[in-house]
Structure formats: structure tokens, C-alpha cells
């Protein structure tokens, strides 16, 4: 079946067709294209039409699609059995690997999703303080928690409100705007001492690609340091993206609790927070913190993770830096040659451009971008095998297994975009 069939047939059976809204490809003014394999930097659909990738499953192919070491360990621990439901050596050994990558992480819970993990860091800070207010930024998007999803980014950003959310959760939730340390400040002096952590994107990634302004991320470690809150790294995308231990590694900044998904799986769907000792020792059985899940350590994914961190220490990070970053201002050249006002911003191997003529550095200046040129953009570019993100607020990833011959195709589909 071709994927207008599957479409059709998927909108009788889930909403929207889809088990993830933007996946609907709305925004964008078109239909999903139904994923039939991938390998490397390719994908193809079940019609036999090749992609080269930009999305990688948002984020987690950094070694792209069916790495062989990543695949060799997924399938030898799946031989063994798929879940167990009780400890295994996998989950040891990761956390291991772990640990040595991201120090401040001395202990640490493995869960099934980064959405599970920054819900269960948000139990425990406000179970470590006592106190159940949280500060969050507009735009910085944490998975769909309720608590979470006040001013949300990334596919909420498109639904009008959150219906189902009640209204006495999220009004223990504040609200800033990334980068903006005084509104922070002003939470703390007016509720200081019924704030239990301030939880960040350190490089915010689900309103496009929003860089820390010099001092943010210190003054954010300073204040919960100084009001006794807790500050939580949601490193879900940043972890062993930006470097290999993460942005903490990156920009200098030690949190008090981090948030991991999607690299650490391999492909597999996995999720863990983790901090220091004193901390992570008020979760139950020894403490009175209680999180749970019958797949939380899953053999396989913890075998397609450990794979897959092993193989980043050998990679050369700052060669796919470069590349990556040549490839984004040379997009942005051709757009902008085309009478297009891009901004463009990138770290490591992520990158947003803009569709605006001014700087992006929160959730307002996001907005400002023109989606209807992006929608433009999405399109031609998909037609001629180029996959990007069917949102302009999301963020494109390179990965090592991307080429020079891919990046220049995709240049040659850029040139050829009309307006």
C-alpha cells in the first residue's frame, strides 16, 4: 500500500492517524509518509522512495540507522529475551557508562522514556525539598506531563491550550521566558521557599534551536543554589549530542539532577534521570520517592544504548561539527539568495533556520517565523528526498554517518526550492 492508503486507513484507527501529533504533518500542509526501512542516513517509504534524514527519530541516530555495533548488540540481547521485569547486567553496565561520561550523575533510575524521566526528576525534587512549585521556561518543551505542559514547545506548541490539564497542577507551575534570568529571579523573591527546582533545556531544542545567552545557565545554577532549589538538566536531546558528556560537559554548568532519552537507547525507547547520591537516595526502596515500571532496564534497549555510547567515544565530535555547520550557513545562503530572511542557529550537529529577519532567543521570536515559508521549504525539499522535521520549530540533526555526498544533494534540492 502506498502511504495516502495507509493514511486514509490509519485516520480509522488512531487520531489523526498518528501516535505522535506532529507526525501528522499539519503544519506543514501535507500527509505523513509511512517509513517502511532505514540504514545509515537514508530512510525509505513503503513506496521505495529514498530520504536522506534530517529527523533521525528525532534526535536518538546520532551514529545513524542500523549502526552494526548497535544492531549486533540489540540483536545478541534479544536472543537472550526481550524483557525480564527484573535486574540485569545491562542496566549495570550502562549505567556505568553513564556515570563516567556525566559525573554529576553518581546514581541514576533507567525508565522507558524521556517524558517518564522528567516526570519522575520533578517527584523527586519536590520530594527532596518539600516544596511543590516549579519553575519552567515558555517553549522548552518536557514531554507531556501535566505539570509540564503550561507554555509547552515542540508538537504542543501547535494545540491551542491543554485541555485535560487541571487548572490547580499547573498554577504550582511559573512560567519564564528562556533567557530571561530576572523573570527567574522575581519567582524566587516573591516564592523562594516553596520552589522545589528550576527545570531547563539547556540548549533549548522544541522552539527550534534556542541558544543559552551568556550567563543564563550560571545564573539559573546560582539562584537554586541560593534559594535551595533544585536545577534540572533536561539533556533528553543535548545528552551525548553536544558532547559526549552533554551540555553540562559543553557549557560548564554542573545541575543537581539530569534527564536523558533518546541518544542513550540506541533506537530503543528509553529514558533516565539521575544525580548525586544524597539525592537519587530518596527514591524508593530506600527512600520515599516511589517510581516504577515493568520495562524500566529493558536488556535490549540497555544493550542498544551501551553500544551505542561505547561507539561515540571513538567519533570525532568536533569533524561533524564543522561539517554540519557548513552545511546549515550554506542552506542558509541559498535561502537567503532567494530573497528569504533566515536566522540561523547551531551547536554541535543540530541546527534551526529561521524564516525571520531578526535573532531568536525565546519562545516570542520563534513564533515570529514565517511558517508558510517553511512550509514551502518542507515540501520541495521532500519531494526532491530530503527529510526534515514537518515543523519549523524543531531542529534538524546530522550524524556520522551522514556524507559529503548527502550534504551536497541536499544543497542541490535547496537550489532548486522557488518561492
Known amino acids: 500500500m502506498d502511504s495516502k492508503t495507509l493514511y486514509a486507513k490509519a485516520q480509522t484507527l488512531m487520531p489523526g492517524g498518528v501516535n505522535s501529533p506532529l507526525r501528522a504533518c499539519r503544519y506543514v500542509n501535507a500527509e505523513p509518509v509511512f517509513i517502511d526501512r532505514a540504514k545509515g542516513a537514508r530512510m525509505w517509504d513503503v513506496e521505495g522512495r529514498e530520504y536522506i534524514d534530517y529527523v533521525l527519530s528525532w534526535g536518538p541516530m546520532i551514529l545513524g540507522h542500523q549502526d552494526p555495533a548497535v544492531s549486533e548488540a540489540a540483536h545478541r ?65 518536557h514531554g507531556h506531563n501535566d505539570a509540564f505542559l503550561a507554555a509547552a514547545g515542540s508538537a504542543a506548541a501547535t494545540v491551542p491550550g491543554t485541555p485535560g490539564v487541571p487548572e490547580e497542577i499547573v498554577r504550582h507551575t511559573l512560567l519564564a521566558q528562556y533567557n530571561d534570568l530576572d523573570a527567574v529571579r522575581a519567582h524566587f ?65 554542573t545541575p543537581d539532577l539530569t534527564t536523558l532519552g533518546k541518544i542513550i537507547g540506541g533506537g530503543f525507547p528509553v529514558g533516565c534521570y539521575g544525580g548525586s547520591r544524597e539525592i537519587m537516595g530518596h527514591m524508593a526502596p530506600v527512600g520515599g520517592v516511589f517510581q516504577a515500571g515493568t520495562l524500566s532496564g529493558n536488556p535490549v534497549a540497555m544493550a542498544a544504548g551501551l553500544a551505542t555510547l561505547k561507539r561515540l567515544q571513538e567519533c570525532d565530535y568536533a569533524a561533524l561539527e564543522a561539517r554540519s555547520l557548513a552545511l546549515a550557513r550554506e542552506l542558509t545562503a541559498i ?58 520549530f524543531e531542529c534538524a540533526f546530522t550524524s556520522f554517518a551522514h556524507t559529503d555526498e548527502d550534504f551536497e544533494k541536499t544543497l542541490e534540492a535547496a537550489r532548486k526550492v522557488r518561492f
Not at 553496565?93 to 517524558?115: N, W, Y
Not at 513564533?367 to 512550509?375: E, F, M, V, W
Request: negative net charge; hydrophobic residues 45%; contains cysteine.
Open 189 to 253: 523573591e516573591a516564592s523562594g521557599d516553596e520552589i522545589a527546582c528550576v527545570i531547563v533545556e539547556p540548549m533549548a531544542g522544541n522552539m527550534g534551536l534556542v541558544l543559552p545567552v551568556d550567563g543564563f545557565l550560571q545564573g539559573l545554577r546560582d539562584l537554586c543554589t541560593e534559594y535551595g532549589a533544585l536545577l534540572i538538566f533536561d539533556e533528553v536531546i543535548t545528552g551525548f549530542r553536544l558532547a559526549p558528556g552533554g551540555a553540562q560537559e559543553r557549557f560548564g554548568i
Open 77 to 141: 540481547a534479544v536472543d537472550h529475551g526481550s524483557s525480564f521485569g527484573a535486574p540485569c547486567y545491562g542496566e549495570i553496565a550502562l549505567a556505568e557508562e553513564i556515570s563516567k561520561l556525566i559525573p554529576s550523575m553518581e546514581m541514576m533510575r533507567m525508565v522507558s522514556s524521556g517524558t517518564e524521566a522528567t516526570m519522575s526528576a520533578l517527584r523527586l525534587a519536590r520530594g527532596y525539598t518539600g516544596r511543590s512549585k516549579l519553575i519552567k521556561f515558555i517553549g522548552n518543551y
Open 335 to 392: 535561502m537567503e539568495s532567494k530573497g528569504q530572511s533566515v536566522y540561523l542557529a547551531t551547536m554541535a550537529s543540530a541546527f534551526t533556520m529561521y524564516f525571520s529577519d531578526r535573532p531568536v532567543t525565546n519562545m516570542i521570536e520563534s513564533g515570529k517565523s514565517d511558517s508558510g515559508a517553511y512550509a514551502a521549504y518542507w515540501q520541495q525539499m521532500l519531494a526532491q528526498g530530503i527529510y526534515l522535521a514537518p515543523a519549523g
